[in-house]
């Protein structure tokens, strides 16, 4: 194979995106999960957030694993292969609504981290391909990660409705 990155390199990449791999479906599994166990008077929001949530998630694991395949590597497939790769911890119980919101945050955010750590290597390698994958990954994780974590934040001043004129009422 060819393709102008070095056997080593896509290696590595490979691995990496493996990673990410793992971290990505172990949070598709914990948010399809939660769509069906959450309770509670949030119930239709959360439910239908987290829908929209593990199906954008699923479809990335496609992309994830392709590349991996495209620098002629085999992508992990196993549960035990994603256990050991994973940075997310499963949950085995069912937590209330609120705290499948942080569960999620914190495996939004991990998966975040996981895609940034791959950027230096994959920057050295003049891997351009996964470099974008990598970017469209983190705009995904960033802001459902933002949206999620302002679920649990008290409200503030500015929920007060704006009087005439666009001020704020006393």
Known sequence: ???????????????????????????????????????????????????????EQWTALDLIAERIRALGHFAPGSY????RLSSIPEE???????????????????????????YPLVEKASDEPTADLLTQRLQVHEKTAWMLRSLLEPPTLSSKPLAKGGRRRK
Do not use: C
């Open 80 to 83: 035990a292969a994603y256990s």
């Open 92 to 118: 085995t119980g069912v937590p209330d609504a609120m705290n499948m919101v942080r569960q999620l945050v914190e495996a939004q955010e991990a998966v975040a981290r996981t895609a940034r750590s791959l």
């Open 1 to 55: 194979m060819d393709i102008g990155i070095s056997d080593k390199d896509r290696a590595k990449i490979a691995d990496g995106l493996s990673r990410l791999l793992a971290d990505s479906y172990t949070l598709y599994l914990k948010t399809h999960t939660f769509h069906w166990n959450v309770t509670g008077p949030m119930f239709n929001t959360l439910h239908v957030m987290f829908m929209d949530q593990y199906t």
